[in-house]
Each structure stands twice: as structure tokens, then as C-alpha cells.
């Protein structure tokens, strides 16, 4: 059994902001089943590795006896989270959000334990909230107060339109630790501001201050901007295993690191040797993405279904064979490059198509098809590889 000093400092473990020490030793002291919340906008419903980073941290919680509250905002995502925008995000319907928030959660319980969960969607209070109640969460914050977070500051000073919703999306988030009786929120760390206001409202009710915890947001794929769909640089909760270990193998170097500290349960000062043997030139970082693939995949997956993806990868792309798993694609014998790599659903536009094509990355039986116009005649059992991973056995009709 943790000591709740120990317990503290697996808690705090790679978290950017802790607010604060004194105060969550006094919640674990108590030994009273703590209520993590974690508030959720699914304005987008697919989840990525992004999101793992502040899930893992809640599957700890659990695992010492906690119960995270996953609160699906399906009336606060109406208003749309300004977070980090440099625009007013456009409004959804209940219809979307809902549709999205089940999507979401069939994917979040990838990772947390379904039983020590409670889901809650906050229209379930604000849906029942009048005008007046409005103006009374309204009149906790100062117009001044709420410029001061950095993304509406910079668009006041920029002559960005702000609106007056955008103001009340911070006071509605708070409203929820209220609602549900938060011990601690987590997000993101462009999340602060709105997590602090949970804190200060709490306060307000009389009741003790939510504990305040953020998590790194970390880069995707192009190890530059941060990972999203939007950036097309993202490894998904639903990627297969196979296509997981290919974009985590993908990584620039300077990512290994970061991704094992937070993506992983290996051992600090394992990961710490790594990060010496690579300074040191010691070892082949692709050696040590190789570790990093196994154990990111087996959160979602067996470590066989893991060590299966691994050899996939290394049957294709280091002794350049073709995977097991090949699919077929049906075609007529008589088509062109074109339309055949369009029917693989592989890319979404015949723009993309033809870029690849010209940059080589369309193989027929190994063989480049770097021409674009040119006609086919396939008699079935061929070998079409579009990019990097993926293959196709032709089929005729």
C-alpha cells in the first residue's frame, strides 16, 4: 500500500501546473473516494494520443481508488470552448454533440476502467437554468478578470471579435465542479484559466477548492505543431495496430522522450538511461522507437497484438515484404492509376492522387506508376502499394 506522500508523487508526475501540495495531501489523508473531474467539449469526437497523455493520468486515479467524472458538455460546447482559438469557434447542435459525445466515450474506455466512471452531460443542470440564474453566474467575474486570459487579451488588442458567450464558457465550466463536487479537474495546459475558475467558484459555494492539475499538450507526428486531426498529424485511439506503429516509427527523433514520459508506464530512470545512450550516440533511436511502439499499443491492445505490429512493420519496411494482412481490392482489368487508387479509399481527393503518383509513391508489383494518365490492364493477383503502408491484392470483377 502507497503512502499518500507516495501517492502524491505518482500524482504529480510530469504535471505542468499543481495547485496545490499542501492541499491534495489533505484530500488523500481523509481517505475518502476522491472525484476527478475531467470536462469534455466533443466539438471533435475521435480521440488521439493527445488526449491519452491527461487520461492515463485519470486511469491512475482509479487505480487508487478514485472515480473520475467525465462531464460531456453537451450544453457548453453549444457555446464552443475559445481555448487557445484565435477565432469564435462556430456553435453545434445538440444533435451533433451528442452523436459526437457518443463516439467519444465508446473511445475514452479504451483506457479508463468503465466501472469507476461516472458520465454526467451538463445540459442535465444548465438545460433547467433561466435568465436569471445567467446573470448571477455572470456577475462572479469582472470583464477586466477575464481579460486577462491570454487568447481573449490577444484578440481584444488585435480588434477580433470576442463574444459575450465566449465570456461565459469559463464561468459555466467552473458551475460544473459545482454541480458534481469536484476534489480535482485536470486538462490540458491551455486549460488554467478555466480550471482556476472552478476553483474560484467553489470557493464562492462555500465548499473546499477543486485541486487544479494540467498536462503537457504534446506535438504530433511532424513534431512541430500540436497533435490534432486538423494537422493530419495524429495516431488515433482507432488506427489499427499495424498503422499505430508505422506513425509512432514516423516520429522525428526529438519526440522519443517526451512521448515514453507520457505515453508510457516506463520507469523514470529507464527512460533517463535512453535519453543518455541517444545524446551519447550509443544507441539507434529507431531501436528505442521500436520499445515505444510496443508499449504505447499496449494500452489499447495485447502485447501480442503489439509485438504482431512490430514485426509487420519490420517485414515491410526493413526487409521490404509484403504484410500478412493484405486486403483485397476488387477493379475491372481495363482502368486508370487514378481511379484505381481512388477506389482503395486510401486518399480522400484526386489532387492527392496525383501528387503521390508523382512523388513516386504508388507501386504496382514494385514497380513506380509515376505517370498519372496511364491506363492499366491488370489481369488480378498484382501488388498495388500506395505510400508507405498501404497494400492492396487486385481482385478482377
Known amino acids: 500500500m502507497l503512502s499518500v506522500e507516495e501517492q502524491l508523487e505518482l500524482i504529480k508526475r510530469n504535471t505542468i501546473d499543481f495547485i496545490s501540495d499542501e492541499e491534495m495531501l489533505e484530500k488523500l489523508k481523509s481517505g475518502k473516494q476522491l472525484r476527478i473531474k475531467l470536462g469534455v467539449d466533443p466539438s471533435r469526437p475521435d480521440l488521439h494520443l493527445g488526449h491519452a497523455v491527461v487520461l492515463r493520468k485519470l486511469k491512475l486515479f482509479q487505480e487508487l481508488g478514485h472515480k473520475v467524472v467525465l462531464i460531456i458538455g453537451d450544453f457548453t460546447a453549444r457555446i464552443g470552448d475559445p481555448s487557445g482559438r484565435s477565432k469564435t469557434r462556430p456553435m453545434l447542435t445538440k444533435e451533433e454533440v451528442i452523436e459526437n459525445a457518443k463516439t467519444y466515450t465508446e473511445q475514452v474506455f479504451m483506457l479508463l476502467d468503465k466501472e469507476k466512471t461516472e458520465v454526467r452531460f451538463n445540459g442535465e443542470w444548465f438545460d433547467k437554468m433561466n435568465f436569471e440564474d445567467v446573470l448571477k453566474l455572470a456577475s462572479k467575474l469582472t470583464v477586466a478578470r477575464m481579460l486577462e486570459r491570454d487568447d481573449f487579451n490577444k484578440r481584444y488588442k488585435e480588434n477580433q471579435p470576442i463574444s459575450i458567450s465566449e465570456f461565459l464558457y469559463p464561468l ?6 459545482i454541480m458534481i463536487d469536484a476534489d480535482v479537474e485536470m486538462g490540458g495546459s491551455d486549460q488554467l484559466f478555466n480550471l482556476l475558475m472552478g476553483r474560484r467558484l467553489l470557493e464562492e459555494a462555500g465548499k473546499k477548492p477543486q485541486i487544479v492539475m494540467t498536462m503537457p499538450l504534446i506535438e504530433g507526428t511532424d513534431g512541430h505543431l500540436k497533435m490534432s486531426k486538423s494537422y493530419d498529424n495524429y495516431i488515433g485511439f482507432t ?20 512521448y515514453m514520459k507520457y505515453l508510457t508506464n516506463t520507469d523514470p530512470e529507464q527512460i533517463k538511461k535512453y535519453e543518455d545512450q541517444m545524446e551519447k550516440n550509443e544507441v539507434n533511436p529507431r531501436d528505442i522507437k521500436m520499445f515505444l511502439g510496443i508499449e504505447i499499443i499496449k494500452m489499447f491492445h495485447s502485447e501480442e497484438v503489439a509485438n504482431d505490429a512490430k514485426e509487420q512493420f519490420i517485414k515491410v519496411f526493413q526487409k521490404n515484404d509484403i504484410p500478412d494482412d493484405i486486403e483485397d481490392l476488387e477493379t475491372v482489368p481495363e482502368i486508370n492509376i487514378v481511379d484505381l487508387v481512388e477506389n482503395s479509399k486510401v486518399l480522400s481527393s484526386k489532387s492527392e492522387i496525383k501528387r503521390l503518383i508523382k512523388q513516386g509513391g504508388v507501386k504496382i508489383d514494385d514497380e513506380k506508376v509515376d505517370d498519372f494518365k496511364q491506363e492499366l490492364v491488370l489481369k488480378g493477383g498484382e501488388i498495388l502499394r500506395i505510400g508507405k503502408r498501404n497494400f492492396f491484392k487486385i481482385k478482377i470483377k
Open 172 to 177: 459555466a465550466q467552473g458551475h460544473d465542479s
Open 239 to 258: 488506427d489499427t495496430p499495424k498503422d499505430m506503429f508505422g506513425k509512432i516509427m514516423s516520429i522525428p527523433d526529438t519526440l522519443i522522450i517526451k
